[in-house]
């Protein structure tokens, strides 16, 4: 009779270890689920200059680079990473701008929350929210410019691409993930080679993002 409670005990106590480890099991794989994907708010700071490198510019844009200057500032939702590739001529130059949730803000958004507010109109998802009104003027900038001509939307780039078209050059902006980029140039070339070359800088720093 004693050896028999014995066993049963032992059984109960065996099942519960069992348990005890497979509970720690399915918590260590949601620890390491989670530091695996860190949220817009806690990953860290982006170079732009990091994304092309001035050889890669120099080739796309067939003008020497003299020059690269790098820049970033923060609103408290967004930091905004910019870098210049001066060119000769200047009006070869190219500049690169990364948009992403402010690292360091406790009242930080997701820039792709703020895309779909921006460009959302022409998928036919009107999003308005009060404030950005300054950051919306600079990404309809082109749009203004052209007497209200629409950033053309493209495809198979990032999750998602527009471009806008003005006097002085054009714009192309990519969406990835948490973060979109804008890449402009100028220059006496044609819309459409402005374009292709934005979008060969663009391949290139969306594979370092």
Known sequence: MIAVFFASTSRRLAIVISLGFLAAFVSCQKSKTTAASPSPQNRSKIDACSLISSAEVQSIQDSPVKDVKGSDHSDGSFRVAQCLYSAEPFNKSVSVAVTQSDPGSPQARNPKDFWKETFGR???EVKEEEGDKEKKQSLEEAEEHEGGQPPKKIEGLGDEAFWTANRMGGALYVLKNNV??????GGPDSEESKLNHCKALAEKALSRL
């Open 122 to 124: 022409y998928e036919g």
């Open 180 to 185: 979109y980029i804008r890449i402009s140039v």
